[in-house]
């Protein structure tokens, strides 16, 4: 018994340190680390370590890191480098480290976002933001994006790209009909898949050397199925998606 309030009492002196510690928010991060406890990522934390993350995530903005947090899509976007990172990955990561996470949420978040930015894995993408210079079978960056674009977003799915970034996600649901969520038809279950942009173009580049008779639209729907079908590398999820969720995506290829 007198262990445990002893635990007890050595976390709540970590969580008044790091609070007191804490600097004020810049103006640029003021509301983009509040708790909300509205998406599936959030609710994986306690609303303590959902606390103790966010004030991590924003000390780690604060020191020069910028950081996108979309709570809705479960992703976190860093700029330098260019990463998109899985939400649920990172708050299970936090979450895995126990006792010296909250003790310590600013030195813990640095130290795994080093992790995440420095090695792609399932549920982090590396992007390459000198993607396309200029253009490929008379498609532009935005060209590009959107071809790929309407090749894996499912009807009335939400989706957003960074073409400066080669970047592009689409939320996928599946099974009940999506709900209104401040006014963007998404399920909050949804599975967002993550794409560079930068590696379909290689591919795309390759195939071409290859049939450099066949038409561009066939082209590109032959190198986005590989790698669907593959998996990546140049493709991940927030979470692992499941058989009905790849199907989906896939379905968008024969429209």
């Known amino acids: 018994m007198w262990i445990a309030a002893a635990g ?10 790091w609070w007191l ?23 994986r934390l306690t609303p303590e370590a959902e606390a103790a993350f966010m004030e991590g995530l924003r000390a780690y903005h604060d020191a020069g890191n910028t950081v ?18 899985s939400l649920r990955l990172l708050a299970d990561a936090f979450t895995a480290l126990g ?20 090695a792609e894995r399932p549920g982090v993408l590396h992007l390459r933001p000198e993607w396309l210079a200029g253009e490929v079978d008379g498609m532009d960056r935005a060209a590009f994006t959107d071809a ?14 960074d073409e400066d970034r080669g970047a592009l996600w689409v939320a996928v649901a599946v099974g009940e009909p999506a709900e209104e969520q401040a006014g963007v038809g998404t399920c909050q279950e949804a599975n967002t898949m993550m794409l560079d942009l930068a590696r379909v173009l290689d591919l795309y580049q390759e195939a ?18 590989g790698v669907l079908a593959a998996g990546g590398p140049g493709l991940t ?18 429209r």
Request: net charge negative; with cysteine; hydrophobic share 40%.
């Open 68 to 85: 996108r947090l979309m709570g809705e899509q479960g992703l976190l976007t860093t700029d330098d480098p260019p990463r998109l990172i």
């Open 237 to 254: 999820w927030t979470r692992t998606p499941t058989p009905e969720e790849r199907r989906v995506v896939a379905d968008g290829l024969t």
């Open 148 to 161: 790929v674009r309407a090749m894996v977003c499912p009807p009335g799915a939400s989706w957003s790209s």
């Open 99 to 118: 006792d010296a996470a909250m003790h310590d949420p600013h030195g813990t978040v640095a130290a795994l976002m080093a992790r995440f930015t420095a």
């Open 21 to 43: 510690r804490r600097g004020p928010v810049s103006g640029d991060a003021g509301g983009l680390f509040e708790v909300e406890r509205t998406w599936d990522w959030e609710r």
């Open 208 to 225: 071409r050397e290859k049939q450099p008779d066949a038409a561009a639209g066939e082209l590109l729907r032959e190198v986005v199925s």
């Open 8 to 17: 007890l009492a050595a976390i709540v002196v970590g969580m008044v340190v």
